[in-house]
């Protein structure tokens, strides 16, 4: 039996490593963590490796540690494995510094030893890289007859290059929107606070701060007609939260991005939105009912799909 290594093989509070083990055991392969004894079967192994180039990050002597960690673990999927595949996952790096000469330099060296680049994003990206569907979150279609009482939600760790600074200034003040996430930022939570009081939003915006449990996260998006994604971020090449939201049958609103206009192009439960015309997208919203979500994203995005693709990678 063919082996995958994965690499990272757990994260902690992201679920997509996670949905990818159980999806190449369901396509007849064993998964395997970085092992040194994995070097000694090379043909039976294939390497996959997620966000390597995130760890090229730092100054100094962090720097310099970061620098020999990605080299050993680039070498290490060479001499361990047949075929090579990195999963971009980033166009550029966000929230933390990086020396951009390393960073761009750690990217040369990944295309060049890397058998496959898959990436997620249904837009142009690089001609060299070959597109996978980005998994759904649940594989169970939903309902038809669920009864969503959230109207308008973000969930997600709340940092600046989230959007919501921008979200809450151009919000209506009739409309209920309800957040919850963890923030580490104190000054991002005066600045949000502020903006709540001087636009009279307490009654319509619930916030509350801290992490979400991934069972409570899962049943509030379930409950959710519209999960709002603002991110300033164009570093990243897709959304994982827009996945999570369309598993749970949600609606999308997501700020313009690359991705989130190729998303609304193809699929009529993503809309896009900016600054200037937030207000008037939200007053004239057409709902798809969340059964409909949920049919349109596994013909898309399901297992039978990603499995297909991943087969044909493999091979």
Same mark, same amino acid.
């Given at each position: 039996?063919?082996?995958?290594?994965?690499?990272?093989?757990?994260?902690?509070?992201?679920?997509?490593?996670?949905?990818?083990?159980?999806?190449?055991?369901?396509?007849?392969?064993?998964?395997?963590?970085?092992?040194?004894?994995?070097?000694?079967?090379?043909?039976?192994?294939?390497?996959?490796?997620?966000?390597? /180039?995130?760890?090229?990050?730092?100054?100094?002597?962090?720097?310099?540690?970061?620098?020999?960690?990605?080299?050993?673990?680039?070498?290490?999927?060479?001499?361990?494995?047949?075929?090579?595949?990195?999963?971009?996952?980033?166009?550029?790096?966000?929230? &933390?510094?990086?020396?951009?000469?390393?960073?761009?330099?750690?990217?040369?060296?990944?295309?060049?030893?890397?058998?496959?680049?898959?990436?997620?994003?249904?837009?142009?990206?690089?001609?060299?890289?070959?597109?996978?569907?980005?998994?759904?979150?649940?594989?169970?279609?939903?309902?038809?007859?669920?009864?969503?009482?959230?109207?308008?939600?973000?969930?997600?760790?709340?940092?600046?290059?989230?959007?919501?600074?921008?979200?809450?200034?151009?919000?209506?003040?009739?409309?209920?929107?309800?957040?919850?996430?963890?923030?580490? &930022?104190?000054?991002?939570?005066? /600045?949000?606070?502020?903006?709540?009081?001087?636009?009279?939003?307490?009654?319509?915006?619930?916030?509350?701060?801290?992490?979400?449990?991934? /069972?409570?996260?899962?049943?509030?998006?379930?409950?959710?007609?519209?999960?709002?994604?603002?991110?300033? &971020?164009?570093?990243?090449?897709?959304?994982?939260?827009?996945?999570?939201?369309?598993?749970?049958?949600?609606?999308?609103?997501?700020?313009?991005?690359?991705?989130?206009?190729?998303?609304?192009?193809?699929?009529?439960?993503?809309?896009?939105?900016?600054?200037?015309?937030?207000?008037?997208?939200?007053?004239?919203?057409?709902?798809?009912?969340?059964?409909?979500?949920?049919?349109?994203?596994?013909?898309?995005?399901?297992?039978?799909?990603?499995?297909?693709?991943?087969?044909?990678?493999?091979?």
């Amino acid at each position: 039996m063919k082996n995958i290594i994965i690499t990272p093989y757990t994260v902690t509070n992201n679920e997509y490593i996670t949905i990818h083990k159980n999806l190449f055991s369901k396509m007849g392969y064993k998964t395997s963590n970085v092992k040194i004894k994995n070097i000694l079967s090379r043909n039976q192994n294939i390497f996959v490796c997620n966000w390597v /180039e995130d760890n090229l990050k730092g100054t100094g002597l962090r720097l310099i540690l970061n620098i020999l960690k990605f080299s050993i673990l680039c070498l290490y999927g060479v001499l361990a494995a047949k075929k090579f595949i990195w999963v971009r996952h980033n166009l550029k790096p966000h929230n &933390d510094f990086r020396n951009q000469y390393v960073y761009k330099l750690g990217l040369n060296i990944l295309h060049k030893i890397a058998d496959v680049v898959i990436c997620h994003g249904q837009y142009k990206i690089n001609d060299c890289y070959r597109y996978i569907p980005h998994p759904l979150y649940m594989q169970e279609q939903i309902n038809p007859q669920i009864s969503k009482t959230i109207d308008f939600a973000f969930y997600g760790k709340i940092a600046r290059y989230k959007g919501l600074v921008d979200l809450l200034n151009n919000w209506p003040q009739h409309l209920n929107l309800l957040i919850r996430g963890s923030c580490d &930022d104190p000054e991002l939570k005066q /600045e949000i606070a502020k903006i709540i009081d001087v636009r009279g939003l307490e009654r319509v915006v619930s916030l509350n701060y801290g992490y979400i449990e991934h /069972e409570d996260l899962n049943a509030m998006m379930y409950s959710t007609k519209y999960l709002i994604l603002p991110h300033e &971020d164009q570093s990243m090449i897709v959304s994982g939260a827009f996945y999570h939201g369309i598993s749970y049958g949600a609606n999308i609103i997501a700020k313009e991005s690359s991705f989130s206009k190729s998303m609304a192009k193809k699929y009529p439960f993503c809309t896009t939105y900016n600054n200037e015309n937030l207000q008037d997208v939200l007053s004239s919203l057409k709902y798809i009912e969340p059964h409909e979500v949920k049919e349109i994203s596994i013909k898309a995005f399901g297992e039978d799909v990603c499995m297909k693709e991943w087969k044909s990678v493999f091979a």
